[in-house]
């Protein structure tokens, strides 16, 4: 949830936005039509990230997505190895490992205990690499590196950071380190982090040096598209996705701003928010401000988009760039509103979400202190409640946007962790529900790998 200042600053700068458009390419002498220039961004090589040249982007509509293939064999296969969830919370990391039936679960940690652990993700290319983004006490915000599956760990030698400002100039620093995605399979050692303020960050070495993506981080609009204020907390970078097909093409989101696209691995990018309400703002929704809470791909086919948003649920169908609000078909008593999705491994048409309470104070707690999540086997035409094994009554917890997630496993398993402390899980994609641990401290984030 935005605070006041955040959503005038949004409003305000919301004013001009149907005249506006993405900056050119710099330099660029080029004036044939957008269409000839999509083709070329589709297909063009992916930019230094040390000066990447703004390369013009597709307009909207284009089909040049679609003479791909609906899915990318490496993703739609399971993964093999012994499951693991990787748990960060307010407190430290803790790692679960699990048996191949998932009926039991073994302890390891805490890591780092006392250090606020955003993100840890397991590298689903080695089965071995696990990248921690932490604030570290009177280190800040860092991220720390393990080659070993959690044995050992090692603080990278140049976590991100933003270039320094020359004397009396005003710059921006890292308060701290909110997402971690691999790369595309093509380019092991390549990593992208997320950060607050906004800013997006590259590794190719496994995580042990960063640097900016400056076509990001420096972008002409990137201001105007953040505007004033934020969340609470901050504006957040997170839901960095690589498309398994392209690694060139990415999405990203950032709290009060929006969805954003690039097809050129980073070298620029364009609002991709089309849809999507913005009820804090009035009149007609902008094309940009608004407030993604998790965006993902469906595994089974990347032209299908998932967006948990503060003002609903919704899907995008690729080449389309229109979002539409599948939340509204949720029962009218729950809404539409949280944090978390997730979409089924090997239907593109299931998915879940766990809804909370959005009244007007936004109390951030389960409705009614009643825990539920809901799913839709059918592309958000309708959903199932599903609660059995939870509490209820008293559960006045929620869930992050990062801390719910799925396996690979058939059928489908589920996991997620609380406010409260409590790792939850379900081997029946839904049917019932387990407790897995209780007692920890407040989790950030739960995400699932294989070791290998």
């Not at 959503?7 to 957008?34: D, H, Y």
């Not at 190895?81 to 803790?94: C, D, Q």
């Not at 009643?370 to 209820?392: H, I, L």
Request: glycine residues 12%; aromatic residues 10%.
């Amino acid at each position: 949830m935005a605070m006041a200042k955040g959503r005038a600053g949004t409003a305000k700068r919301a004013a001009g936005t149907a005249k506006r458009s993405v900056a050119p390419a710099t330099g660029s002498t080029n004036k044939k039509s957008v269409g000839k220039s999509a083709k070329k961004a589709a297909t063009k090589k992916a930019v230094a990230r040390k000066a990447p040249a703004r390369a013009a982007t597709p307009a909207r509509g284009t089909s040049a997505r679609s003479a791909r293939p609906a899915s990318a064999p490496w993703r739609v296969q399971p993964p093999k190895g012994r499951p693991v969830l990787l748990v960060g919370t307010r407190k430290g990391a803790f790692l679960f490992y699990g048996d191949d039936a998932r009926k039991s679960w073994k302890l390891d940690g805490p890591h780092f205990l006392g250090n606020l652990v955003q993100h840890l993700v397991l590298d689903p290319r080695d089965g071995k690499t696990i990248l921690m983004a932490a604030s570290a006490g009177h280190l800040g915000p860092t991220v720390f590196r393990s080659s070993d599956r959690g044995k050992s760990w090692k603080e990278a030698a140049q976590p991100p950071a933003f270039p320094k400002m020359p004397e009396g100039e005003k710059g921006r620093s890292v308060k701290k380190v909110f997402w971690l995605t691999p790369g595309h399979a093509s380019q092991p050692g390549t990593w992208f982090a997320g950060t607050s303020p906004e800013g997006l960050f590259r590794t190719d070495d496994g995580g042990n040096t960063w640097s900016p993506v400056s076509g990001l981080n420096d972008h002409p609009m990137l201001a105007t598209w953040i505007g004033e204020g934020g969340t609470p907390d901050g504006v957040f970078t997170h839901s960095i996705l690589v498309d398994p097909r392209d690694a060139n093409h990415m999405y990203l989101s950032f709290s009060t701003a929006g969805t954003f696209e690039s097809f050129d691995g980073g070298g620029d990018w364009m609002p991709l928010n089309r849809g999507v309400a913005t009820d804090f703002i009035p009149g007609p929704a902008p094309e940009y401000g608004q407030d993604p809470h998790c965006v993902v791909l469906a595994p089974s086919n990347s032209d299908r988009l998932y967006q948990q948003n503060h003002c609903g649920i919704y899907r995008l169908d690729r080449p389309g760039d229109r979002w539409v609000r599948i939340g509204d078909n949720m029962p009218r008593k729950i809404k539409d509103i949280g944090f978390p999705i997730v979409v089924h491994p090997r239907h593109a048409d299931t998915a879940w979400v766990f809804p909370m309470d959005g009244s007007d104070v936004w109390p951030r707690t389960c409705i009614e202190g009643k825990p539920a999540a809901y799913r839709t086997q059918n592309g958000g035409k309708s959903w199932q409640r599903q609660d059995k094994g939870f509490p209820r009554a008293n559960a006045w917890w929620t869930v992050k946007r990062q801390a719910m997630c799925g396996d690979w496993h058939e059928p489908f398993g589920l996991y997620f962790g609380t406010t409260q402390g409590e790792l939850w899980m379900s081997r029946n994609e839904g049917e019932s529900w387990a407790m897995i641990q209780s007692g920890l401290p407040e989790i950030w984030s739960v995400s699932f790998g294989y070791l290998r």
